[in-house]
């Protein structure tokens, strides 16, 4: 009988671990390898091009890499993305890394509000879907950004998608109830086969 119980338990507890996986929000680098620059190899297409292959979820967190002669800013709206408006903006980081949580569904533009940067490519659009059990294409591991030359490079930083180094769920997050929801799932199974 003790032996029954252990393994429900065990089970119980793979199942919740597949489902909190599932409910993460992952992190991306923007460019990748590339970081945050202007003017970047592969034209002004550069950065439309990183985020066409990556299906972006409410939750997810974007991570600009730059140095200190870049910014990022979020744009108002898709006219302000396409004519470099970069003074219509929500809020301008200056600060590396910048990270932004992508908190909607829609479309989102940033771009460097340093002149001529937007111009020359220094700008990403995202669209944003709607959160699922299913997890977000996984970012590129082990990329740091190279800076192009006589720019510093950023500080190394963890990947808080690792396991053991994402911070926990806060009150009323998808994780967060979905952990709830496994941890009285399991409570119910062990009373219903021993109670």
């Known amino acids: 009988m003790a032996q029954l119980l252990n393994m429900v338990i065990l089970v ?33 297409s ?31 709206d898709k006219a302000s993305f396409d004519s470099c408006s970069v003074d219509q903006n929500t ?3 200056s600060n590396s890394p910048a990270k ?40 590129a591991s082990g990329t740091t950004p190279t800076p192009p030359s006589g720019e510093a490079a950023p500080p190394p930083q963890s990947n808080p998608t690792e396991p053991g180094s994402t911070p926990p ?10 952990a709830t929801f496994s941890l009285l799932l399991t409570t119910l199974v062990v009373n219903s086969l021993f109670f």
């Open 12 to 44: 119980a507890i793979a199942v919740s671990a597949t489902i909190l996986r599932g409910t993460e929000a992952a992190e991306y680098t923007v460019g990748d390898s590339t970081g945050w620059i202007s003017a970047p190899t592969g034209g002004a």
């Open 100 to 139: 932004i949580t992508l908190n909607r569904t829609g479309e989102f533009y940033f771009a460097c509000t340093v002149q001529g940067h937007c111009s020359s490519g220094q700008k990403l659009s995202v669209n944003v879907t709607a959160s699922s059990s299913s997890p977000s294409s996984p970012p």
């Open 46 to 76: 550069f950065y439309s091009d990183w985020a066409s292959t990556i299906t972006f979820r409410e939750g997810d967190v974007l991570e600009f890499r730059f140095s200190s002669s870049h910014t990022v800013a979020e744009l108002n």
């Open 169 to 178: 769920p806060s009150p009323g997050s998808a994780t967060s109830i979905v």
């Open 91 to 93: 809020e301008v980081l």
